[in-house]
């Protein structure tokens, strides 16, 4: 159900980084975004087909403080709709109180992010699968040079605790639109996520930058990609 070249690029990510190995037990984290939705299609997808044997379990958590917040009904039934369509069952949890000093976009994310640990050893899984694409990794370098001054990005798969967990990011070959592209093809829809914090302004505005320059200089997306791979160590200061 994917194009060809969608397919063949995740497989690579794949192949690349030995992103899955027989016997992995794999969380895999759903937002109820597009993203995330496509990567758990794919997960269960290719669990059927591919030559290593793999367990997988879907969670989702759930924000309600924000729906709460925001006066809107918690979407829960769509996320679990549109679960129903990828082929796995998700597990739903209420995210960790957030108090109401702590509320910012980085403290919800840290929490949640122990919470899917926690899941990951509550469930034995050795890894978990996040629906992070090649935009957000761009983005995401370019943020931490203009923000934090520093040349990183969120690599494709990650080793914590002495390697008792992964994070892997089977994505993070393809761009926003191959995913969109992708669930239209399954039929996915994304589930709005109505944060209050929505909207991260850094990540934002380099999201602007980076369309401005691949609309100006053809091929740009490609090689700022590629110098991921290619840091030439004795020319940095
Ligand atoms: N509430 C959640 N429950 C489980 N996993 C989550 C949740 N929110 C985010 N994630 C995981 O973290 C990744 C990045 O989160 P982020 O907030 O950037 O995603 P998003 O843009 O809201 O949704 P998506 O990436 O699924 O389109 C998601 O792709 C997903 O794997």
Redesign the pocket.
Known sequence: MLSSRTNKRIGQAMHDYSMLSDGDQVL????????????AWLLNHWQKKAPVKYGLRA?????DVWNQEMNVPNPLSQVREQMRLTGLSVYIEK?LPLGVEERSCFTC?KL?RKQ?FDLASRFKCNK??????KD?LLETLFINMFYSGNISTMVPVQELFSGRLSLIRPLAYIDKRE?EEAAGRIGLT?VS?L?PL?GDTRREKVQKMLQDIYGQIPGAKASLFASMKNVREGYML
């Open positions: 895999v984290a759903v937002s109820g975004g597009i993203d995330s939705l496509v990567l969670v989702h958590i759930d924000m995210s994310s949640r899917l978990i699968a996040f629906g992070h694409h957000d995913v994304a996520n944060c929505a």
